[in-house]
């Protein structure tokens, strides 16, 4: 899982960097109208709001544009859009499992790009339920390794609900149960740790290892589901080494 978790590190790295910036803002905007439309407009008391707005500010989003969209969830302000929230499956190169989460105001439209850019890049849709068993949803927390060391956040979060920390080089992953991540967040807030995003993922039980060539393949495809406005995360199953990572890097 190590491989798949520093994949999706570095590719959120360059993406708050690269001219990928506009987009990832969109779409951490569109998360914070959804968490407020689904769960009140005050992030005290809308914890999934709280850490879409923390998100969002970690990521330079202007905070303008932060408050507009809660505004717009929240009903505070007229324009918010008709999100729907609907999960794709599908393979990738390898026989790799993915799961696509889209958020869209038109279901037509995410369909046929995420069927456009599976099979343009060597994959396929799958039948719903054929992959989404070969994932569980948990809370994951990312802490920056600056000023901390994994036995501190360790020490910090096991009593809250703690799975596993992860070392992903830049950074720590606590992994917890869904319903464990505000615990698991608010135990590091008051163990003086800073974190970058506390959120709740699909994250793989069994993985596949690839290649390099394979990798390279698999990436292409995940670029080009991510590319699509409409898709809001992704999540596969594949693990790669870190000789591979190094050499695509």
């Known amino acids: ?20 910036r506009g987009k990832l ?4 905007v569109k998360n914070i109208e959804v968490a407020a439309r689904s769960g009140g407009g005050d992030p005290d008391a809308n914890p999934t709001l709280y ?5 969002a500010k970690k990521n330079s989003v202007p905070n303008d544009n932060i408050e507009r969209a809660r505004k717009r969830g929240a009903g505070e302000e007229a324009g918010g859009s008709d ?12 026989g790799v499992a993915v799961l696509i989460e889209c958020l869209t105001d038109n279901r037509n439209r995410a369909a046929s790009e995420v069927r456009v850019a599976l099979t343009r890049n060597g994959g396929s849709l799958a039948d719903p339920g054929s992959v989404s068993y070969m994932f569980n949803r948990k809370g994951v927390v990312t802490v920056p390794k600056e000023g901390t060391t994994e036995e501190d956040v360790m020490l910090a979060v096991l009593d809250a609900g703690a799975e596993e920390v992860n070392d ?8 917890s149960e869904a319903s464990d991540l ?21 994250l793989p039980t069994v993985t596949v290892p690839l290649d390099e060539e394979t990798a390279k393949k698999v990436f292409r495809l995940l670029d080009a589901l991510e590319d699509s406005d409409d898709v809001q995360d992704v999540y596969a199953n594949f693990d790669v080494s870190d000789e591979v990572l190094a050499t695509l890097d």
């Open 1 to 20: 899982m190590a491989g798949h978790s520093k994949w999706a590190t570095t590719k959120h790295k360059k993406a708050a960097l690269d001219a990928k």
């Open 25 to 28: 803002f969109a779409k951490l």
């Open 51 to 55: 850490d879409a707005i923390y998100k």
């Open 83 to 94: 999100w729907e929230t609907i999960t794709y499956e599908g393979y990738a190169p390898g």
């Open 168 to 175: 992903l080089g830049d950074t720590f992953e606590v992994v």
């Open 182 to 202: 505000v615990a698991v967040r608010t135990a590091l807030v008051d163990a003086g740790i800073d974190y970058e995003s506390a959120e709740s993922k699909f």
